[in-house]
């Protein structure tokens, strides 16, 4: 490749003389360039050019502006492009010889046949050599774009002239290499000095000389620039200058620091990053001016715009918003703070330093951003070193602290290196997240290492890589020798907490909940089985002593608590201080102690005690007195009394929980153990008071409900049953003498006890519910959700929109806030931005537009003009009422005056005539005429004559004059005669009929007038160029013209929904708007990794299998808007399909948004979020005229509206910045494959297209070394420019930052840094945004600084969604319920009154610098913190934040609309919840909470999907129990014994109390009542019926068995990762081999395990138990056993038609058949998936292995019952039975495992020898079985029975197998259990096939199911048939 990188060089003499470029056969190459065949530049990118520097490989971006010069002067000049493209090639091959790099051997493969082809194809223009013709076109350049005055062009275009200018020079110099240019050296010099004064800039353009940019003229910006740039007194890094070779500096040669201002004085001391620096110093100035602009009141402008500085309480308010960590983690380590400001310092230098440096620290700490106390850690070090620096001020230099020669990334190499490769090793040996928990040291661990003293004795500073903290982890041992000592460190273990993977975390982090619940079980068990059993039964003694019990179980309990606290705790006891370990051990040893002291002391007061309790009744002695054990009970309750007087004395409570006193830690130290979060998390008493009446309430009913329905009613049958004799057993029982059939007591009683622990979350929903609809109703949630109520209320609403939306400016008079119409102009450019935007997403029609629009002519009438919607048909009815009146002027107006609207109609329609005559009228005889017209009818109206002197039944025939006139006058025709000519003839006709017909007394008017000249025959039509003009005869025509119809605009229901949201809004409770530029700056975060950005024509014309295109679907989704895109497109609907490929290329130019709009696509996001710029802007201009009005001096400011809007831009800019974190966008910009080269160049077109957007990537360069080639990170910052991405900021990161965490977060987290302002809205790549909505922004914000919330200020504000997927099945529909419930009246509950709400995802708004201060907006561990969102919510809760709910903005979001993927999103949340159960943050909120608010965390997160496990874990209680009993013959003597009769029924009740809480109906409720909220109870009722008739209770019935298993097996083996769902449009068919892929485990196997025991219980207990019983008590789980087989088949369009069946079967057998192996997918092969299935076994742990194979076991005892029950067992009961059944069993596994061994021995070469082997089998089994028939008395149904019971053991022997994989892959049995898994797997394919395959006989079948998916897209009229049907020949755009 050298030899090939030369060839095309130019070729230099001895002499240095240059010759012209040519091919000389003396250089030739070696060898031919090879074109390698996986090269694809060539093919992809020949037809644009100018892509090829978007080409180039990461490690020679330094190239990447030569070639974009070339591009730029390729035209101007083609053999200087060829000769810029030459230098590139060379640079190229200078920085990588060998080509090592990735990617660089085919991009200079690709370059140099593009030179060769140059070199050939282009000519000289200048001069005869290349040297001349590079030189005279660089001095031409220079002259031409450099040399003139470029005061007026713009810094981009400078930067991009003087960015090719500097290629240009560089060029000349490669090809003249020894030449000198004075003059052009001269040039060059002043490009380099321009070409730093227009660099590349985000926001501000600090650097930019020329003219200023309107930015850089606020005041504040300005102030706070210079604020920084004050640098005196500070003493001056020490730059090293080169060295000789003594290793003596070289004299005159020392380098200057440069020093502009605080940030690159920080920057020369302490060595960090360029691009940091520049990248904070923008950030610190946004700051510094916008918390000065919001907190310096509503100055003038005129009053800042002259010495403006930056106030001292914004530095104050600043530096405390920082520094609140740093100074509240001081304080609990004891330690003095570093920031050491002297109090009478005179400026604040100090301050903006210790700013500057903690910001510069943070924004290069990479993943170190996630362990806060770490940055506190390093930046008490280095705070400490700034201030002896400015100390020891004596010295003018001195030497900065931080130094790496030949480097500019000092601090992160020294500092943040270090710790990175500590969590490198960390994730390494954490193998992605699958090893356990507890072997490796996650973000938390790691952080929490910071939170005590050892850290400064054990790191120091400079940090002692030597350190414990730094120990691989991979080792177990490290040995270094330091002062010739050999010293072991063991690795460094968890801190503070270890994540094990148990259930017992749920029992430790709510042990108070736990043990409420068993004690309140105890008390009404001891009370119902008293004689009276009712609750007063309490006061007799020997109950009350009975019930005082409880305190010897809360011993236990708080035995158990300790004993899990010191063994789940165990991994981290070395991180422990030793007050803590003491602590756990002395809890260990009192619990213990108490619980031998509650027993013993209780035992003295039992009468004629025996045994053991003698014995301690005399170890006593004398204290033989009742009182003593009330005494120990007594002191027992005491800590218990104390903290509930703590409780009603909060403020005390939350006080001493957060102090660090030294006494307050001691006294507290028994109850709260030392931690730095999670103190004093305690609410204001209202807030208190609520959710305590809450919970109070719950709990009462609660509890009441157990006693009286679960409790009570089995106390009777128990007693019968405990004092019954021990019954008849059916088969061989091993306990036959257990006493009081405590077997049968067991049985009863467990699934009573789960529904009891269980129903509280039933009642939570209940409860919740009532409370979200009272809340929702005092919110004005829903008091206009129609289009009646919206117009009966829309006068009212541009009143409420002054008082909420409009700033209340100070200086304003009281007259003009109290006057109704003051703010009615401003909410019509609100409004009428609002329907524009619908308009731009054609959501509405032109013809709608113009019904909705409020005129920009508004202010020319009397009345204010409402939208034309309002006084539709108004004209016409007051026709009809003037037409009906024929006495009295008082009654005419009376009718008119009963409908506001239409006397403001018949106002605006007649001032507007009267306007628009006067308008066209020249000569004045003809105004003359208008005018008598005018004051006849005025006089008449004041003399109350009008219906006397004027025959109003004429008005009609008049108004269709009119509507012609204006139909001729809305079009500018041009100055047509002919149309003058006809507007002429229209007035006079007008006129005369007004004269003649309409006046009775008006004949002479005309006559008068007319008698010299015609009248009207001269018009004026100027007025007709005017669009203003012309949308007045627009409105007036709609006016006159408009019928009822209108009251039904718009049609489009989302339009609907939005307009009557945002009207309902305005009256609802929300802070006052303030100025846009006092407004709180925000920013917002989008993360994206791989998903769609815009739809090509290839995606929407792309066909799934049923034919159906993206395109061709949406059309049929929105027709409606598709219409209305036609419309504003300006495209004739008939003509929908071009012919002609340009046209038809521009056609789909336009389709293309139109489509990815109305998907979940990233250009959705962007447009929606990019509202927010507009949104500013418009108000930004409000706000400015409003100043210009109040403050006569800003007039002339303001009086250019260009310069209006230039300001407004510039605000808009400094409060609102939006970043995409584009992962990986680098590496698609680099890729060859299509898909993503067009997402690259999708991003790019989106920047370009929003000047404002921001994109952070993370580059990956790869750079060749001596050792191969090294991979390095940055994060980089880049924005559109004209024809690129233009780079802004680039800084280097210690490694690959998602190596480290889960990926959303990292990628989060590496772009927060770039982001701007007091808050971050975090948004994810499915939201939408409503322009609406972003005025609301402004009022949203300045929740943060409410007083209602006291000093507990909001830390994160939730927002409300709007679930927008656009899926028209049945399933989009119960999805998007359950989503808008959780995110409405869910999240409103959780807020208040339960204050337990957290941060579910996004859109939730961050009170920015609390959150970048402590940790980020996520945490990003791996896999445990997989549900990364809440976690950040819980962050802030225990770091002492507030998160609220509001619910007057909303924010769009999609959702997964398919089944399978509706499956994957609920089995994600299920891994993230098992996650966080076993999670720190878990443990110490439900810890620290108090109690009523620990019941709000514990049911609303994990609590409910540890409910949803015990619904399904009662089930399988419930049938083994009845399984136990039916087998053993228990049950059946139970119903036959006659004194069970009286108590059958409550028995009954009880057999069946827990089916009633499976349906799951009650979980509907929220849906229930926010529907009613938002719609109106009826359609709630309506829309609840329909949902069941859809079969929603089938749907959410399924998702349990999701969220169960998921759950379960994420605590109990791990294995959670998060699950890409997919976005898609097309409703499609899933096969069924891939429904069993992903429901087998979760669902079919245990489906059909419930089913085999409901068929075992029905069927030996029919002779006893009637059928109605049996339904009574399982009608539920056959419902649930139904769902959980058939509801994939059933919301699986097109399952049941015959063809789509027959391919099912067939594609089932094939992927059946197939074995695995190598490159195997789990979609090809069952084998491959079956190992896959297995994978959490391979990395769970012993434990969990020994609980799967104890649960396998339960599969025992089908074999174990049935064997006793066959005829052939002829009623023995002896053990032998069921040895014989295994004898049996083995029989049959041993005959298979023949068979088997025989197929892969004989199967290929002797198939007769295994042919026969297989007969002599059969033979044998026909043998045996004949033999058993005649002798052994088996009948046909023992047969069956065996199957019944054999099948079940089969699958436990595999289920074990399995478990011990590892053992028994080394023998010879692991195929055998492979083969008999595959034997299983058919069976349950065959058996879900069957009923499938007979409803595919029937085709009403599939039709019926259509209807019941689809119901309401046929309700919407659409074409779901067509699109299920798959028709071929179904045209693109028919």
């Known amino acids: 490749m050298a030899s090939a990188g030369r060839s095309s060089g130019p070729v230099r003499s001895q002499s240095g003389r240059q010759r012209t470029f040519s091919r000389t056969p003396s250089r030739a190459p070696s060898r031919a360039p090879t074109r390698t065949p996986t090269m694809r530049y060539d093919g992809l990118f020949t037809e644009d050019i100018d892509s090829e520097s978007e080409l180039v490989p990461s490690s020679l971006a330094p190239i990447v502006p030569i070639l974009r010069a070339a591009n730029e002067i390729e035209e101007e000049n083609p053999r200087v492009a060829y000769l810029c493209r030459f230098t590139a090639f060379e640079k190229a091959h200078t920085m990588d010889p060998n080509s090592s790099g990735r990617g660089v051997r085919q991009f200079k493969t690709y370059l140099l046949h593009r030179l060769e082809k140059d070199e050939q194809e282009t000519q000289r223009k200048l001069a005869s050599t290349d040297a001349k013709e590079i030189q005279r076109f660089y001095e031409q350049y220079y002259r031409k774009h450099l040399m003139e005055v470029h005061e007026q062009r713009k810094p981009e275009e400078m930067a991009r002239y003087c960015q090719i200018a500097s290629v240009l020079y560089d060029v000349l110099k490669t090809v003249t290499p020894d030449k000198y240019h004075a003059e052009l050296d001269q040039y060059a010099k002043g490009v380099e000095k321009e070409k730093a004064s227009f660099s590349q800039y985000n926001i501000l353009p600090l650097n930019i000389s020329g003219s200023k940019q309107p930015i850089m003229e606020i005041p504040e910006i300005k102030a706070a620039v210079a604020l920084l740039r004050r640098k005196e007194n500070l003493p001056m890094p020490r730059i090293e200058g080169p060295k000789s070779s003594d290793g003596t500096p070289v004299p005159g040669e020392m380098d200057e620091p440069v020093v502009n201002d605080l940030l690159d004085w920080l920057w020369q001391t302490f060595g960090f990053q360029k691009g940091n620096v520049e990248n904070q110093k923008e950030h610190l100035i946004l700051l510094l001016a916008n918390i000065d602009m919001r907190r310096g009141g509503n100055g003038h402008q005129s009053e800042r715009q002259h010495g403006h500085v930056i106030h001292s309480n914004t530095v104050i308010y600043l530096m405390r918003k920082i520094f609140e960590n740093y100074n509240s983690w001081c304080r609990y380590l004891h330690l003095e703070s570093n920031i050491r400001i002297p109090r009478d310092a005179s400026t604040q230098q100090l301050d903006l330093l210790y700013i500057g440096l903690y910001l510069l620290i943070w924004g290069e700490a990479s993943n170190v951003r996630f362990m806060p106390e770490c940055l506190c850690y390093i930046f008490h070090h280095m705070a400490s070193d700034l201030h002896d620096i400015i100390l020891d001020g004596r010295e003018v230099c001195f030497d900065p602290p931080f130094r790496r020669e030949g480097s500019d990334d000092a601090f992160l190499q020294l500092v943040i290196q270090p710790i990175y490769n500590v969590m490198w090793k960390e994730a390494t040996r954490s193998k992605h997240g699958t090893v356990s928990h507890s072997k490796w040291r996650n973000y938390d661990d790691l952080n929490e290492y910071f939170w005590s003293k050892k850290c400064f004795k054990k790191l120091g500073w400079p940090m002692d890589l030597t350190a414990d903290f730094f120990v691989d982890p991979t080792e177990t041992k490290n040995e270094t020798e330091k002062h010739d000592h050999t010293i072991s460190r063991g690795r460094m273990s968890k801190t503070n907490f270890v994540e094990v993977r148990t259930f017992l975390h749920l029992l430790r982090s709510f042990d108070r909940m736990w043990a409420f619940f068993i004690l309140s079980f105890q008390a009404m068990v ?42 789940l705790n165990w991994k981290a006891w070395r991180s422990l201080e030793c007050s803590q370990m003491i602590r756990y051990i002395m809890k260990f040893a009192v619990s213990a102690a108490w619980l031998i002291i509650l027993p013993t002391t209780y035992s003295s007061s039992i009468q004629n005690p025996t045994g053991l309790v003698k014995f301690f009744s005399n170890w006593i002695g004398n204290w033989q007195n009742e009182s003593i054990y009330n005494f120990a009970v007594a002191l027992y309750m005491l800590p218990n009394i104390f903290s509930a007087l703590f409780f009603i004395f909060l403020p005390i409570r939350r006080v001493l929980e957060r102090s660090n006193a030294r006494i307050v830690r001691f006294l507290l130290w028994w109850t709260q153990p030392k931690l730095y979060v999670a103190r004093g998390m ?123 939306l409009v700033p209340n400016h100070g200086s304003q008079s009281k007259e003009h806030e109290e006057d109704k119409n003051a703010h009615i102009v401003k909410f019509a450019d609100i409004w009428n931005a609002f329907i524009n935007s619908l308009r731009e997403e054609d959501l509405i029609s032109d013809s709608e537009r113009n019904l909705l629009i409020v005129p920009s002519s508004c202010g020319d009438t009397r009345v204010f003009q409402w939208p034309p919607f309002l006084l539709a048909s108004k004209i016409p009815i007051a026709l009809d009422m003037a037409k009906s009146v024929k006495k009295k002027d008082e009654e005419l107006i009376k009718r008119i005056k009963q409908d506001p609207y239409t006397e403001y109609a018949v106002i605006e329609c007649y001032e507007t005539l009267l306007g628009i005559l006067y308008s066209l009228i020249v000569e004045p005889s003809d105004k003359t005429v208008v005018d008598r017209i005018r004051d006849s009818i005025e006089d008449s109206i004041q003399r109350r004559s009008l219906v006397k002197e004027f025959r109003l039944d004429e008005l009609p025939q008049l108004s269709a004059k009119f509507d012609k006139l204006l139909d001729l006058l809305k079009n500018d025709h041009d100055e047509d005669d002919s149309v003058k000519t006809q507007i002429a003839n229209l007035l006079q006709d007008i006129m005369e009929i007004i004269t003649q017909d309409v006046m009775k007394n008006g004949q002479g008017i005309l006559k008068d007038e007319g008698s010299q000249k015609q009248l009207f025959a001269n018009t004026n039509l100027d007025s007709l160029k005017h669009d203003t003009w012309r949308e007045k005869c627009v409105r007036l025509q709609l006016l006159l013209k408009t019928k009822e119809s209108a009251i039904y605009v718009p049609t489009n229901l989302e339009a609907r929904r939005r307009i009557t949201f945002f009207a309902n809004s305005l009256f609802m409770k929300m802070p006052r708007a303030p100025l846009v530029r006092s407004m709180m700056s925000f920013s917002v975060l989008t993360p994206y990794f791989k998903e769609e950005v815009l739809f090509s024509p290839e995606d929407l014309h792309k066909k799934n299998e049923d034919g159906i295109s993206i395109l061709f679907y949406l059309r049929k989704i929105y027709p409606d808007e598709w219409r209305n895109f036609l419309q504003r497109m300006g495209y004739d609907p008939k003509d929908e399909d071009p012919k002609d490929e340009e046209e038809r290329k521009r056609w789909m130019n336009d389709i293309c948004p139109w489509a990815s709009l109305r998907g979940q696509t990233l250009t959705r996001t962007v447009r929606g979020m990019m509202y927010y710029r507009k949104a500013l802007e418009i108000q930004c201009i409000q706000d400015t005229n409003d100043l210009a009005k109040l403050d006569p001096r800003t007039m002339t400011s303001y009086q250019e509206s260009d310069a209006v809007c230039e300001m407004a831009r510039a605000i808009a800019d ?49 750079a060749p070394t001596e050792n191969g080639t090294k991979k390095t990170y940055y994060s980089v910052l880049v924005k559109g420019g004209e024809k690129y991405d233009e780079e802004i900021y680039r800084i280097k990161l210690p490694g690959k930052p998602t190596d480290i965490g889960e990926g959303k977060p990292e990628n989060q987290n590496h772009a927060i840094i770039f982001t701007r302002g007091e808050a971050l809205q975090a948004i994810d790549m499915n939201q939408d945004n409503y322009i609406e909505e972003a005025f609301k922004m402004r009022n949203v914000l300045e929740e943060f600084e409410s007083t209602e919330y006291g000093k507990s200020k909001p830390t994160i504000l939730g927002l409300r969604e709007h679930i927008f997927t656009g899926s028209v099945s049945s399933l989009a529909w119960f999805m998007s319920n359950q989503e808008t419930s959780f995110v409405t009246i869910g999240q409103r509950v959780l807020a208040s009154p339960l204050k337990v709400r957290f941060h579910y995802g996004h859109p939730d708004i961050f009170d920015r610098l609390f959150h970048i201060t402590r940790g980020g907006i996520s945490k990003a ?82 609590g409910f999907y540890f409910s949803s496990m015990i619904t399904v874990l009662t089930v399988y209680v419930f049938l083994y129990g009845r399984l136990y009993l039916v087998m053993s013959g228990l049950e059946k003597s139970i119903l036959q014994d006659p004194r069970n009769q009286q108590n059958l029924r409550s028995l009954e009740n009880a057999m069946a109390s827990q089916s009633v809480f499976q349906l799951g109906l009650l979980l509907v409720l929220p849906m229930v ?3 009613g909220l938002e719609k109106g109870f009826r359609t709630a009722l309506g829309e609840f019926v329909i949902m069941q008739l859809q079969l929603a209770s089938v749907f959410f019935t399924f998702q349990l068995g999701t969220k169960t298993h998921y759950y379960g097996r994420t605590i109990l083996h791990g294995g959670a990762k998060y699950r890409p769902t997919g976005r898609g449009f097309v409703v499609y068919h899933a096969k069924f081999a891939e429904n069993y892929r992903v429901y087998s485990r979760s669902h079919f196997v245990k489906g059909l395990e419930l089913l ?34 058939f509801a994939p088949f059933i919301f699986n369009p097109s399952c049941f038609e015959w063809q789509k069946t027959v391919d099912d079967w067939t594609d089932w057998r094939k992927w059946m058949g197939n074995r695995g192996g190598i490159g195997m997918s789990v979609d090809q092969s069952w084998e491959a998936w079956w190992i896959s299935e297995q994978e959490h076994l391979r990395k769970t742990s012993i434990r969990a292995l020994l609980l799967e194979i104890i649960l396998s076991l339960r599969f025992l005892i089908y074999q174990y019952g049935i064997v006793y029950h066959l005829n052939i067992a002829r009623r023995s009961k002896s053990i032998v039975v069921y040895a014989l059944s295994w004898l049996v069993m083995l029989l049959v596994l041993v005959v298979l495992k023949l068979v088997s061994i025989g197929r892969q021995k004989f199967g290929t070469d002797l198939q007769l020898m295994f042919r026969i082997l297989k007969g002599l089998l059969f033979l044998g089994f026909v043998s045996v079985m004949a033999v058993l028939f005649v002798v052994g008395n088996l009948t046909i149904s023992d047969v069956f029975a065996s199957i019944l019971g054999f099948l079940p053991t089969g699958w436990c022997i595999l289920l074990i197998g399995q478990a011990c994989s ?24 065959l058996v879900l096939f069957l009923p499938i395959g007979f409803l595919s006989w029937f085709p009403f079948v599939s039709e019926f199911q259509t209807r019941l998916l689809f119901n309401q897209a046929f309700s919407r009229g659409l074409q779901i048939s067509r699109i299920l049907a798959g028709q071929k020949d179904i045209g693109e755009f028919e």
């Not at 590496?1227 to 989106?1246: A, V």
């Not at 990364?1428 to 225990?1438: A, K, L, P, R, W």
């Not at 590892?1862 to 394919?1885: F, H, Q, V």
Request: hydrophobic letters at 45%; charged letters at 15%.
């Open 1652 to 1685: 085999i025991l409901l068929v075992v219980y029905l069927a030996y207990g029919s002779s006893y138990r009637s059928s109605s019983l049996y339904l009574f008590v399982t009608y539920s789980i056959w419902f649930l056993v139904a769902s959980w087989l």
């Open 1862 to 1885: 590892p053992l028994l892959k080394r023998t010879m049995l692991w195929d055998s259990i492979m083969e008999l898994g595959r034997a299983y797997e058919n069976i349950m394919g």
């Open 682 to 804: 305690y609410e204001n008493t209202c807030s208190l008071l609520k959710y305590t009446l809450f919970w109070i309430l719950l709990l009462i009913c609660k509890l009441t409900f157990s006693f009286y329905v679960e409790i009570s009613p089995l106390v009777g049958p128990t007693k019968i049953i405990m004092s019954s004799e021990r019954p008849p057993y059916e088969w061989h029982e091993f306990f036959p003498y257990m006493r009081h059939n405590l077997g049968v007591v067991i049985t009863v009683w467990a699934p009573i006890i789960m529904v009891y622990f269980m129903d509280t979350q039933i009642w939570y929903a209940i409860f919740s519910t009532i409370c979200g609809g009272v809340n929702g109703a005092f919110s004005r949630l829903g008091e206009i959700r129609t289009l009646g109520m919206l117009r009966s209320r829309f006068e009212a609403i541009p009143r409420a929109f002054g008082k909420i």
């Open 1421 to 1502: 561990s791996k896999t445990i913190n997989l549900s990364e969102d809440i976690f950040s919510g819980f962050n802030s809760t225990t770091r002492g934040g507030n998160v609220t709910h509001h619910e007057y903005m909303q924010v769009g979001k999609g959702r997964d609309v398919g089944m399978n993927q509706i499956s994957s999103f609920e089995a994600k949340v299920a891994n993230g919840n098992g996650e966080q159960t076993l999670s720190r943050d878990i443990y110490r909120l439900g810890r620290r909470f108090d109690f009523y608010r620990m019941l709000s965390f514990y049911f609303t997160t994990v």
């Open 526 to 567: 001891i009370i119902a089985w008293s004689s009276s059993g009712s609750l007063s039964a309490i006061f007799e003694p020997d109950v009350f002593k009975n019930v005082l019990t409880i305190f010897i179980t809360a011993a236990f309990l708080n035995f158990l608590q300790a004993t899990l606290e010191l063994v």
């Open 1569 to 1571: 009542m926010e529907v």
């Open 1214 to 1262: 400094i409060k609102f910045t939006y970043v995409v974190s584009c992962q990986i966008y680098g590496m698609q910009k680099i890729s060859k494959e299509p898909k993503e080269k067009s997402s690259y160049q999708n991003i790019l077109t989106l920047m370009i297209m929003n000047p404002s957007l921001r994109v952070a990537f993370i580059d990956e360069v790869e």
